[in-house]
């Protein structure tokens, strides 16, 4: 059974950093690096979206709202996701979670949650 854990949130003025890591175990090193993974944010009372993916050979995309300001990259050896969150803003104020882009997911992990003051 493939966990996911997410780390790395916080509370963080407006303009500020944070680095996020999601680390995946109980998938070889193989199945991770074959996957397009992807992190996804969930504000209260709004629709979980995917805010940045990564495939295998490292092309990445982002929504909007983000571009510009977000990285995602990983490290297959440790099987594990980073998203680095550069000029935070209010709205970037979710429950992060990561997860492989695909029909069928792995169960979702319990997110790591990122406020952002103004």
């Known amino acids: 059974q493939v966990q996911l854990v997410e780390s790395g949130g916080g509370l963080v003025q407006a303009g500020g950093s944070l680095r996020l890591s999601c680390a995946v175990s109980?998938?070889?090193?193989?199945?991770?690096?074959?996957?397009?993974m992807g992190w996804y944010r969930q504000a209260p009372g709004n629709q979980r979206e995917l805010v940045a993916s990564?495939?295998?050979?490292?092309?990445?995309n982002y929504a909007d709202t983000v571009k510009g300001r977000f990285t995602i990259s990983r490290d297959n050896a440790k099987n594990t996701l980073y998203l680095q969150m550069n000029s935070l803003k209010p709205e970037d104020t979710a429950v992060y979670y990561c997860?492989?882009?695909?029909?069928?997911?792995?169960?979702w992990g319990q997110g790591t949650q990122v406020t952002v003051s103004s």
């Open positions: 990564i495939t295998s050979d490292l092309s990445t």
């Open positions: 109980g998938s070889n090193f193989i199945i991770f690096r074959i996957n397009t």
């Open positions: 997860n492989r882009i695909s029909t069928t997911k792995y169960s």
